[in-house]
């Protein structure tokens, strides 16, 4: 039995775990599935031999998840945050998330179809909105709290004024 991580995101689902960590899996590189346990029992919200955890790393992540049931919900005060190389990599990563069930949001965040969000976050904006011209990096925001998906050219366009 491997030594198990230290510390790990939980992550709540409302029977969704095992399908959630195969899209992560699939969808994100240094992404796996590791060992999925089954209820030795009935519990409330599922039965004996249901899938209870599914242990699996996002990006290098240790989460477990726990089909809970019904009882808690996600929000955004919880997300990944992917960073990403350039805008072929933003759109992979928004497209899979969204074009699977998820919804848009705004400002580089979207939801998965299990309610987990993701902020998909260009490399470019980050230093554009943190960059020493505080100009510059307040136009670049401005551009950001207009969009959706973030636009790398757009954000660059607005830096530059």
Not at 77 to 105: C, K, L, M, P
Request: hydrophobic fraction near 40%.
């Amino acid at each position: 039995m491997m030594k198990p991580a230290k510390n790990t995101i939980c992550l709540w689902y409302d029977g969704g775990a095992e399908e959630a960590a195969r899209f992560y899996a699939r969808t994100f590189p240094d992404s796996s599935i590791g060992a999925i346990h089954h209820a030795p029992g009935d519990f409330p919200s599922g039965k004996q031999g249901n899938v209870l955890t599914v242990e699996f790393t996002v990006m290098g992540i240790p989460c477990l998840g726990l089909n809970g049931g019904p009882a808690f919900k996600h929000s955004e005060a919880f997300s990944f945050q992917i960073a990403t190389s350039d805008q072929a990599e933003t759109d992979r990563y928004w497209d899979a998330i969204v074009g699977n069930g998820g919804e848009e949001s705004v400002c580089g965040w979207c939801r998965d179809k299990w309610g987990i969000s993701w902020q998909i976050t260009p490399v470019a904006l980050t230093e554009a909105v943190t960059g020493p011209d505080r100009a510059a990096a307040k136009r670049a925001f401005d551009a950001m709290m207009q969009m959706r998906k973030i636009d790398i050219a757009a954000i660059e366009a607005a830096r530059r004024g």
